[in-house]
């Protein structure tokens, strides 16, 4: 099958970073950041991703964004999404120059994949910065480790014809947005190929010994671990980390204390606060069996 050939290939061409009881990750994605026009999803949101931004840099945390960062579909030019949201660029800067900034490329800013692309975009307000495909957070148990990535590798009108969407996108349906017609292939819109993106990527995970991963590109968190539940049958790890232009949230997922946590950042009587939705849990909870394997996967 094609879509497991595309994520055996992101696996094999992941970026490794250690994951330990030091590491201390915040994993955000699907921020859609446009030019804070009517199309710009990410604008009601700005706020809130500011502060959590600021939290997560003064305490030490490494910033990785798992695609879609940036709407390229309906922005032919950077320029405009610079200028709309230029502090968050200044503070993803500052990320980038302690080395705690990792980039994934998604269906919306594949482009990015082309390293000469990235650098005349990005390089000037960025620094110096690369896009990749995936990550594998290494932990120091062997064959234990979480493949992170968009997700569109399992979604293939997204990943192999992601051009002719990006023109479809850019000329007809931003249009037809102000008529309050959606995209039809993005799954986080379509709910049938939502399930369809969540079902292959499941299905790849089994196959693969429960691989753990964690994606976004669907914009539906998924934490399949409840804490303090006892499984009577094995948890597929598929995580997903949702995204920042849920209607006033953003949420994520934490690593922290060699634990795992979902997160919703939020306005509560006129603050930004955080609170978890999901977790901690330990992170060795991702390789734990089931008393019956023999059980079909959760």
């Known amino acids: 099958m094609l879509v497991n050939q ?23 994605s699907d921020l859609h950041k446009g030019d804070n026009s009517y199309a710009d999803d990410f604008a009601q949101n700005m706020l809130i991703y500011k502060e959590a931004l600021h939290h997560y ?9 798992l695609g879609d960062g940036l709407e390229l579909w309906e922005n032919r030019k950077i320029q405009p999404i610079i200028k709309a949201h230029q502090v968050i660029f200044d503070m993803l800067k500052a ?3 302690l080395d705690r900034l990792y980039l994934l490329y998604g269906n ?4 990015l994949m082309y390293p ?11 620094g110096k910065v690369k896009y990749y495909e995936s990550i594998l957070l290494q932990t120091d148990q062997k064959e234990q480790n979480i493949l992170l990535l968009h997700g569109h590798q399992a979604d293939l009108i997204n990943y192999l014809f992601w051009w002719f969407n990006q023109f479809m996108v850019r000329y ?19 709910f049938k190929e939502l399930i369809k993106v969540e079902k292959r990527m499941k299905n790849w995970i089994v196959q693969n010994n429960y691989q753990p991963v964690i994606f976004g590109h669907t914009h539906r968190p998924r934490f399949p671990f409840v804490k303090n539940e006892i499984n009577t049958k094995r948890v597929v790890p598929m995580f997903n980390t ?3 232009v849920h209607p006033d949230a953003i949420i994520g997922i934490e690593f922290k204390n060699y634990q795992i946590a979902l997160v919703k950042w939020f306005i509560q009587d ?3 606060v955080s609170e978890y939705l999901e977790g901690p849990i330990p992170v060795e909870l991702l390789w734990s069996k089931s008393n019956d394997e023999t059980n079909p996967p959760a």
């Open 6 to 28: 595309l994520l055996n290939l992101a696996y094999s061409r992941a970026l490794p970073l250690p994951l330990n009881r030091d590491s201390k990750y915040i994993l955000f």
């Open 57 to 65: 840099y003064v305490n030490g945390y490494t910033y990785l964004e």
């Open 95 to 97: 990320f980038n120059e």
């Open 108 to 111: 919306h800013d594949m482009v």
């Open 116 to 126: 000469p692309i990235a650098k005349m975009m990005l390089g000037k307000v960025l």
């Open 172 to 190: 007809v349906w931003k249009n037809l947005q102000k008529l309050g017609i959606d995209d039809p292939t993005s799954p986080a819109k379509n």
């Open 242 to 244: 949702g995204s920042c």
């Open 270 to 272: 006129q603050k930004v």
